[in-house]
């Protein structure tokens, strides 16, 4: 518990920005609460946890840390710094230690998302390539926004911002919200992660739980104001 106000730091899943959160970052902003999205490297889970953990560290005072689909996995390892004072999971994933994301996955029945992804390559240095993800343009509005307007989830996926492969077999090293109060939302048509994988991740950390039915996977987009509601429930208990 704080007295100071916390600073709530969004990131964002794959196949997204910083913009996904828009809508979230206007209630909140509106309520008062002090926010920061960060732009999610996506290129390793040890990476991108290490550079929103730099971020993290360098802000005055307490922080409520925020992670949608892949970032979940990403703010359990950064979600050790010590200015943390909540996590919350956002239609995410909450690996434990040495859990890989495919390892999780794997527990559970699969979407319909690996169907529908594209292989691209990149370069990673010393001419070297590596492989990074994509969802297909045609299917994304259907698996990753059935519940945003046909023109927004065309632009949604036009912009959308593709994932290391190398992300599903990296294990993190360690699980943030063993230690950390968290909050889960769970969107209930989410047909990009099994809702049921959500679900398990919430259990196990003892989070508070909140499900939403009919929402999406890119239920930031389409409900903001529900997920600011959860993300300033996580600040009031910090405070």
């Known amino acids: 518990m704080s007295s100071a106000s916390p600073t709530v730091v969004l990131v964002h899943g794959a196949f997204a920005d910083a913009a996904s959160w828009l809508g979230v970052i206007d209630e909140l902003q509106r309520a008062g609460v002090s926010v920061v999205a960060v732009a999610?490297?996506?290129r390793g889970l040890a990476a991108d946890a290490a550079y929103v953990a730099s971020r993290i560290a360098q802000i005055s005072g307490p922080v409520v840390l925020v992670g949608h689909s892949y970032a979940g996995a990403v703010i359990t390892v950064a979600g050790t710094v010590g200015n943390v004072v909540g996590l919350v999971y956002v239609a995410a994933y909450a690996p434990a230690e040495g859990e890989s994301l495919g390892a999780l996955q794997d527990r559970f029945p699969p979407t319909a998302l690996a169907?529908?992804?594209q292989r691209w390559s990149c370069p990673v240095g010393g001419g070297e390539t590596?492989?990074?993800l994509s969802v297909t343009p045609e299917a994304f509005g259907e698996i990753v926004a059935g519940d945003v307007s046909p023109a927004v989830a065309r632009v949604l996926a036009a912009t959308q911002r593709p994932l290391a492969a190398s992300v599903f077999t990296e294990a993190p090293t360690t699980a943030a919200w063993r230690t950390r109060p968290s909050w889960v939302l769970?969107?209930?048509?989410d047909r990009a992660i099994n809702p049921q994988v959500v679900r398990?991740?919430?259990e196990r950390a003892g989070a508070t739980t909140i499900e939403v039915d009919g929402a999406s996977h890119a239920v930031a987009v389409s409900r903001p104001a529900t997920v600011a509601d959860?993300?300033?429930e996580?600040?009031?208990?910090?405070r």
């Open 200 to 202: 398990f991740g919430a």
């Open 186 to 189: 769970v969107a209930g048509a």
């Open 40 to 42: 999610n490297p996506l």
């Open 115 to 117: 169907d529908h992804l």
């Open 230 to 232: 959860v993300i300033r």
């Open 234 to 238: 996580a600040v009031g208990s910090a």
């Open 130 to 132: 590596a492989t990074e």
